[in-house]
């Protein structure tokens, strides 16, 4: 809508399992013309189980708009109470948004977003609520997975392959594992961070060791490292991907565990 009234915006994209812009896995801001201006790795394609990394994300890449700009929030479909409502709230709060546009489908929600609507409204804020088009219907649980796995297989399709040394240090948890970093690395989804937490690359670790304090990586990156590359902090997250990035599974969590896959 704001693309056909001719208006500039930038663009956060807040869903991380379905995102209509972006890297699945990731949270990540969009300039007015369209190109990324930054990422927040969150290593998961559900928001819940990885709640407070996703949250962190939400605020790091908030800060990044310029104070005078137009944005525009795409927000995940999840509205249940009480995840649903506190997770829209809080990005009305940190994100200091003038209006909440709640969509829901005939086939449930309505009551979800209504709630959602009235809690908005009585902060201030603009909030309709639109019933979508009948032939918005929910996408099954298989045909998602298979969109996340095709957008990360184009994303993968050219990499280049490198060794990384990361002493323990550098190695953010963040993602909390079961079985210590090094069982979760083989085979996972992960980040090159900057000193703010965003992504300076995503990639796949194909084997890891330990040796002399740190941990010996042989993966393949979406970019090649520059000189930063020894100063970086590696995020794994808990997904895990086969060499040509297309979805294996999930390495399990142990906590904020609260349901199947998204």
């Known amino acids: 809508m704001a693309e056909a009234a001719g208006l500039s915006f930038w663009v956060l994209e807040t869903d991380p399992g379905q995102p209509a812009r972006g890297v699945p896995g990731t949270v990540s801001l969009f300039r007015p013309d369209g190109t990324l ?125 490198t060794t990384l040394t990361v002493p323990r240090e550098k190695v953010d948890s963040s993602v909390v594992i079961e079985g210590g970093v090094l069982g979760c690395m083989r085979g996972s989804y992960i980040a090159l961070l900057d000193d703010e937490g965003c992504v300076l690359a995503l990639g796949i670790c194909q084997d890891a060791r330990e040796e002399a304090g740190s941990l010996v990586l042989r993966c393949v990156l979406d970019r090649e490292p520059g000189s930063e590359i020894s100063t970086v902090t590696v995020r794994p997250g808990r997904i895990l991907l086969e060499p040509d990035g297309s979805f294996q599974g999930y390495v399990r969590a142990a906590s904020l565990d609260t349901g199947q896959p998204a």
């Open 37 to 161: 201006a930054a990422a927040y790795f969150v290593g998961d394609f559900s928001p819940v189980r990885v709640l407070p990394v996703f949250l962190d994300g939400v605020v790091c890449l908030g800060r990044r708009v310029p104070r005078d700009a137009a944005l525009i929030v795409d927000t995940c479909g999840l509205v249940a109470p009480p995840l649903g409502l506190s997770l829209k709230l809080f990005k009305v709060r940190v994100l200091d948004v003038t209006a909440c546009i709640c969509l829901y489908r005939t086939d449930g929600g309505k009551r979800h977003v209504e709630r959602i609507a009235d809690v908005v409204r009585s902060r201030g804020r603009q909030a309709p609520v639109i019933e979508a088009s009948p032939a918005a219907r929910a996408i099954p649980a298989t045909a998602r997975q298979r969109r996340r796995s095709a957008l990360l297989q184009e994303h993968f399709s050219r990499v280049v392959e």
